[in-house]
């Protein structure tokens, strides 16, 4: 009995140990993810998926960091199985986690990412499952900045889908969800006032307002996004693009 009360405890200790481990692990991702260091961020959580399989909190970070890898990548092949892997995970994620609203983003980003790598009829069914997931994920925490940046990509892309082809995807595929300019200038707008400092949100919002015919507010929104801080490689690409934009303006 004495022999097994010992191993008991050890095997205690191990699984102790091990939880401490991948928890660390899991902190010292987010420091990476937090400073831009994708490709380290990806690294670290790979070592904890191996000693904690199937932890959701792991399989949620990693999917965010192949989100946000799969706009790194310039080959379509590369870009496509990067955003197949986020999607693989955010679903078991978001599955596992019902009520987590980062989750559910997460997989509303996947199917955002994978929309223009895949064929129409499952960019179709991608665009809806972002619009259903952004939504729960809002409706869970009603200040997801990320939630709002979703949907208002989502509402500018719909909205000036050609009423044409907007008429008969809805014939083949089933009536979408109503969209508008006006909901999507809202949810740019709302991304911005809760994560003012986040590149991206700046410069969606002003690549939108281009296309609008809003050239003036277009400008401040690009005069922006030159005045923050880069964090992530893509911040950099839209500081870039920026200055290009702020050019022709």
């Not at 004495?2 to 102790?16: F, G, S, V």
């Not at 990806?42 to 949620?60: G, R």
């Not at 955003?83 to 980003?109: H, N």
Request: aromatic residues 6%; hydrophobic residues 40%.
């Amino acid at each position: 009995m004495k022999w097994i009360c010992i191993t008991l405890n050890l095997l205690a200790a191990a699984l102790a140990s091990g939880s401490e481990d991948v928890n660390r692990l899991i902190s010292d991702a987010q420091k990476m993810e937090r400073s831009g260091e994708t490709d380290s961020a990806i690294t670290i959580l790979k070592e904890a998926d191996k000693l904690s399989p199937e932890n959701t909190e792991v399989e949620k970070l990693l999917a965010q960091q192949y989100v946000i890898k799969v706009d790194d990548e310039t080959d379509p092949a590369a870009k496509k199985t990067l955003g197949e892997m986020a999607l693989g995970l955010a679903r078991k994620a978001a599955e596992k986690l019902p009520d987590d609203s980062e989750a559910q983003v997460t997989l509303a980003a996947a199917y955002g990412k994978l929309c223009a790598l895949v064929d129409p009829k499952t960019e179709l069914e991608y665009s809806k499952q972002a619009y259903a997931e952004a939504t729960r994920g809002l409706q869970l925490n009603p200040d997801s900045d990320f939630g709002h940046l979703i949907l208002a990509q989502w509402n500018y892309q719909m909205a000036f889908l050609n009423p044409l082809l907007k008429g008969l995807t809805a014939i083949v595929y089933g009536k979408f969800p109503p969209a508008s300019k006006e909901q999507a200038i809202a949810h740019y707008k709302r991304a911005i006032e809760l994560a003012p400092e986040r590149i991206v949100h700046h410069a969606e919002f002003a690549k939108a307002l281009d296309m609008m015919g809003e050239p003036a507010a277009a400008r401040e929104e690009w005069l922006k996004v030159t005045e923050l801080r880069p964090v992530y490689a893509q911040d950099r690409r839209y500081q870039e693009m920026a200055y290009k934009r702020l050019e022709a303006h």
